[in-house]
């Protein structure tokens, strides 16, 4: 029987050029070891998963190489091979977190006085320092200030307001960050990739939007993704496993509080139940999302949602990621954060001021005929405003009609450009609700067939003046016969 390594384990860095993410700590280490500059004592603090009891042991193992002291340790000398066992006599490595008393400093202290039996220094390594008491630190304050030369101290916390002022100013202390998003993601597909393991790109999203910056929170994530699906990890099962929904659920849970459509709400809330959802993710999910959204206008990006409504959503989700804490059920918290942007719609005095004609901003058939002649659209856009009938227009939705032989005409470019113009006009609309009446009236199949014949040729007229087709027609001899839109 084969021993499993976890994958936070067997993927450890063993060398400074390994590390991910901190590229100014690992070059001054370099810096330090290659010129041989090393000071007696090093802080290595941030949160769980970055590197620093890593850093610690590659630190350890680059001093005390057989080969030299450099940033690039051999790995295969006695003292490297020793040190990756945990068994080197000369490292000595404890958790402050189990020996918290000060007798237990002292009798590690006492360890100074020996001169080291293999390698070049004697090196203490002290993770999660912060839990040692105030006695404690009180002794390893005078080793701290003035060891012997061949001692070295690094030590590890997670909590670096926890430490003595007067400890860390005797030590170097190395802030590490939180690993990106971007470093992770590229970080996971080239482990799968040895290991010929395919992946979908939104998959490697999700686990490194959950590990929150954290190398070794993402590799645990990965392990348990892998037990479930060992040759694919899919977007669609990865989402389920970890309990989170996709981006287009994010932006219609937003888009419907933002509208105060409850019943579309409703139903979400329904389906996510169904789901095993993890909603303090889900709450995560949707702040990240606002952030994205909110930077939109910084880019020349036109976002769907309006600016203060973004501000006043992002302070809401932060508001329930701390209620999450204290709320013994998840989903009533997610349920009462998005019920609770619901009551701040975005109201019609928030609109520009060419909102101010349109009293009643509401958009009949009647105002939109009269509003045609002025709008500023051209090509299928124009048409599909020609060719469109308003129903109705509610809750930031309006409800249009048309015949199904156009339904070319409506794409994501053509509406987007229709719902820019109209709420150039005044008109509150974010999304177009399109019915497609399959029994039109003789005098309406003419209309419609009118607009389509007048699209067809102004279609046929573009082409032939671009350049490209011009040429090509001019090489062929031949001639723009007809259009078919259908």
């Avoid at 006695?135 to 003595?164: C, G």
């Avoid at 609770?340 to 009647?366: C, G, I, K, M, Y």
Wanted: net charge neutral; aromatic share 6%; with cysteine.
């Amino acid at each position: 029987m084969t021993n499993h390594s976890a994958l936070a384990r067997s993927w450890r860095p063993l060398i400074l050029k390994d590390v991910i993410g901190q590229e100014l700590t690992v070059k001054a280490l370099t810096n330090a070891l290659d010129h041989q500059i090393l000071h007696h004592a090093y802080l290595f603090t941030g949160t769980r998963g970055v590197g620093k009891t890593s850093l610690a042991r590659i630190l350890a193992k680059s001093m005390n190489c057989q080969a030299g002291t450099s940033a690039n340790a051999c790995l295969n000398c006695d003292s490297c091979l020793s040190i990756a066992s945990g068994y080197c006599m000369d490292v000595i490595e404890i958790d402050a977190a189990s020996r918290t008393k000060v007798e237990d400093t002292r009798e590690l202290l006492e360890q100074t006085q020996f001169h080291p039996i293999k390698g070049k220094y004697k090196i203490f390594i002290i993770d999660e320092v912060h839990m040692l008491s105030g006695h404690s630190f009180n002794a390893l304050l005078k080793t701290l200030e003035e060891p012997p030369a061949y001692v070295k101290f690094l030590l590890a916390t997670t909590e670096l307001d926890k430490v003595p002022a007067t400890i860390r100013s005797r030590c170097i202390h190395f802030p590490l960050q939180n690993i990106s998003n971007d470093i992770l993601i590229d970080y996971l597909g080239k482990k799968l990739k040895t290991m010929n393991i395919e992946f979908e790109q939104p998959s490697l999203n999700m686990i490194a939007q959950q590990a929150a910056g954290s190398v070794r929170d993402a590799l645990t994530l990965l392990e348990k993704l892998l037990l479930l699906h060992p040759k694919e990890l899919k977007s669609e099962a990865v989402a389920k496993t970890l309990g989170l929904t996709g981006q287009k659920n994010i932006h219609d849970l937003i888009f419907n509080a933002m509208t105060g459509r409850l019943d579309a709400l409703k139903m979400i809330f329904t389906e996510l139940k169904l789901n095993q959802t993890n909603y303090l993710a889900l709450i995560e999910q949707a702040l990240y999302f606002v952030h994205q959204e909110a930077l939109k206008p910084l880019s020349k990006q036109q976002s769907q949602f309006d600016e203060s409504f973004l501000q006043l959503a992002y302070d809401i989700f932060i508001k329930a990621l701390e209620n999450a804490k204290f709320t013994p059920n998840q989903a009533i918290n997610f349920e009462m954060t998005f019920l609770r942007l619901t009551r701040f719609t975005p109201t019609v005095n928030e609109q520009p001021a060419t909102a101010q004609s349109n009293v009643s901003n509401e958009l009949t058939h009647s105002t939109w005929t009269k509003l045609l002649p002025n709008l500023k659209l051209n090509g299928m856009s124009l048409a599909l405003a020609k060719a469109l009938t308003v129903i109705s227009h509610q809750a930031h939705q309006l409800n249009i009609q048309l015949p199904p032989n156009l339904k070319s005409l409506a794409n994501d470019n053509t509406q987007s450009n229709l719902i820019k113009c109209i709420q150039d006009h005044g008109f509150l609309v974010q999304n177009l609700n399109i019915q497609w009446n399959e029994a039109k009236h003789e005098n309406s199949q003419d209309s419609d067939k009118q607009n389509a014949e007048a699209l067809c040729e102004q279609l046929k007229n573009h082409l032939k003046k671009h350049p490209q087709t011009s040429a090509l027609l001019q090489t062929l001899q031949a001639d723009i016969d007809a259009l078919n839109l259908s």
